[in-house]
């Protein structure tokens, strides 16, 4: 069994798998990783499967010891991560000896960074998952962000890894796997509510993502939707990525750490395709809307999915 | 959007991986008027029957006991379930195919007898910040807000919004109150709130737009219990006043 001490935790940097699902009866939304190609690309390249557990660091990453020989990778956002006074290749597998100590610090482009270890992070499973849930406080490590002082436990890997062998990902799919500034999203279930002309000015806007924004959902500014003016509607199930317009005609986007169920309708909902790239979306950052049909958007998520269990995309 | 209807059921596209289902037994349709600036909607749900709420939970029932391969998870509400599947496993309108089947065995469907949970609350200015404002929006005497808050059986229509947050209905019509125009930022746990017909329990600490009357010192969600939510999908719930000294002692038990 291999540790990783934490020195520094960085801004918000929780545990994090491909989430729980199959709660929501009991108002429990999946939550996971806000960028699930990022993390499950991460596993691949340290020999994981895709849903094993890593870190997922938020704007400003934190520095971790291992006193053990580890095999770690760094995926999603740029973080300028060293290893001891090294600099350390993002999107690749790394060896760390014992006692070295990585660094992370504030991002270079993108919001979220994850640090995957061979073996995967190994907490107390809650409901199946080991992701955190912050704004209930469960999963993850006692269901909160890490802090300095904490010890992580890394899961013993399946197999021997004496003789390490580096597996990077593919310039090529890198390229196709860059975080959208241009949100690619379906028609919202109330959609129709909204005129011709609102539905116009949302896909011509450019929304700034808000400070107060997290991972339950995106908040955004900009010139505000006009709001159906049936008033207030029953609460119904939402779905990840549902584009809600709240009362003040400013729209918010659910996201993993989502309400299970609201009562704001719906106009849009960004494609699953792109969720990846919504947990790369910095506070003020620019975003737009783009429509696209279902068909495509099931053409999109097929191609993402070849992708990523395609053999093209690692190289060793 | 695509949507389709029949016998009381309508199904809706949500998103790529997320399609909503519908039981509309009053059989209301949206009315969109492209005319004026603003489209005129009639909100399809926009009356909570029990008709609705017991076909959600036969439907959920169903789910449950025969899984669909592919679906992901259900997320229920008054009379609709938002079902997530993996777009790479199921198509909407395949999935919709087999719910149709589903729904014709609905009838056949037994539901446990309904569980009476009564929860404590002391009502107060202290813990409800805006009993005040309700009684005085209308014009009651703050006893009689209790009164008629305490007075009603509630159903326990769905959990959502966050773990263990039950949605309770109906309240009655004289105390039904629009929610805050300025949520607050955060809402401690416990406290009863009610917006528009509905009542509930705010399980944890959120942020929150519904009216708070009062507080219960039970804790409405805990990962450690075998039930870890204090109430289920089809509960009936009872208000019980209690003083803050009782208050306190709950909490502390």
Redesign the interface.
């Known amino acids: 069994m291999s540790l990783i001490e934490v020195r520094s935790p960085g801004l918000l940097t929780t545990v994090q798998d491909l989430g729980r699902e199959g709660f929501g009866p009991m108002g429990v939304s999946s939550s996971g990783a806000a960028d699930p190609l990022a993390l499950r690309i991460g596993n691949r390249l340290v020999g994981n499967a895709e849903s094993a557990a890593g870190l997922e660091m938020t704007l400003l990453g934190g520095t971790f010891l291992f006193p053990e020989r580890a095999v770690v990778a760094l995926t999603g956002a740029d973080f300028g991560a060293t290893l001891d006074d090294g600099n350390v290749e993002m999107w690749s597998s790394v060896e760390v000896q014992p006692g070295q100590i990585l660094r992370l610090g504030p991002t270079r482009a993108g919001a979220r960074s994850y640090l995957c270890a061979r073996g995967g992070i190994d907490v107390k499973l809650f409901l199946g998952s080991a992701s955190t849930h912050l704004l209930s406080g469960l999963g993850g490590l006692e269901g909160r962000a890490l802090r300095k002082g904490d010890v992580l436990r890394i899961r013993a890997a399946q197999g021997s890894f004496r003789t390490f062998r580096k597996a990077k990902v593919a310039g090529r799919a890198l390229e196709k796997l860059l975080p959208r500034k241009v949100l690619r999203v379906t028609a919202g279930p109330q959609a129709d509510w909204f005129s011709e002309e609102t539905q116009k000015a949302f896909y011509a806007g450019t929304y700034r993502v808000a400070e107060e924004s997290n991972r339950m959902g995106l908040r955004l500014e900009g010139a505000a939707i006009l709001t159906p003016s049936a008033g207030e509607m029953i609460s119904e199930g939402v779905s990840l990525g549902a584009v809600q317009i709240t009362a003040s005609g400013l729209p918010i986007i659910l996201f993993v750490e989502q309400q299970t169920t609201g009562g704001y309708p719906k106009i849009a909902n960004v494609i699953s395709a792109d969720l990846s790239s919504l947990g790369q979306v910095r506070p003020r950052d620019e975003i737009r809307f783009e429509q696209v049909e279902m068909e495509t958007a099931r053409a999109l998520l097929l191609e993402q999915e070849k992708l990523l269990t395609s053999k093209e995309l690692i190289q060793e | 959007?695509?949507t389709s209807a029949s016998g009381g059921v309508r199904f809706?596209?949500?998103?790529?991986?997320?399609l909503?289902v519908?039981f509309d037994p009053t059989e209301k349709r949206?009315r969109?008027s492209?005319s004026?600036?603003?489209?005129?909607?009639?909100?399809l749900?926009?009356?909570?029957s029990i008709e609705g709420h017991e076909q959600v939970r036969r439907l959920?029932r169903l789910l449950e006991l025969e899984p669909v391969a592919g679906v992901?998870?259900?997320?229920?509400?008054?009379?609709?379930?938002?079902i997530?599947f993996d777009?790479?496993k199921l198509?909407?309108e395949e999935l919709e195919e087999v719910l149709r089947r589903h729904i014709t065995r609905l009838k056949k469907v037994a539901l446990p007898k309904p569980r009476l949970v009564e929860i404590p609350v002391c009502y107060s200015e202290e813990f409800g910040p805006d009993l005040k404002d309700v009684a005085k929006l209308h014009k009651l005497a703050l006893e009689r807000v209790i009164e008629l808050h305490r007075s009603t059986t509630y159903i326990v229509y769905?959990?959502?919004?966050?773990?263990?947050?039950a949605?309770l209905g109906e309240l009655p019509e004289e105390l039904a109150t629009?929610?805050l125009p300025m949520p607050r930022k955060s809402v401690p746990p416990g406290s009863v709130g009610i917006a528009?017909t509905q009542t509930g329990v705010y399980?944890?600490s959120?942020p929150g737009g519904w009216r708070l009357l009062g507080r219960t010192p039970l804790a409405m969600?805990r990962?450690e219990r075998a039930e870890?939510?204090l109430l289920a999908?089809g509960d009936r719930v009872r208000f019980v006043p209690i003083s803050r000294e009782q208050f306190v002692k709950l909490e502390n038990a």
């Open positions: 959007m695509e809706q596209v949500a998103s790529d991986q997320s909503l519908y949206s969109v492209r004026a600036g603003i489209n005129v909607a009639t909100p749900q926009n009356q909570i959920l992901r998870n259900l997320h229920p509400a008054y009379s609709s379930i938002l997530k777009a790479l198509r909407h769905f959990l959502g919004f966050v773990p263990g947050f949605y629009p929610r528009g399980p944890i959120t969600f990962p870890m939510s999908i």
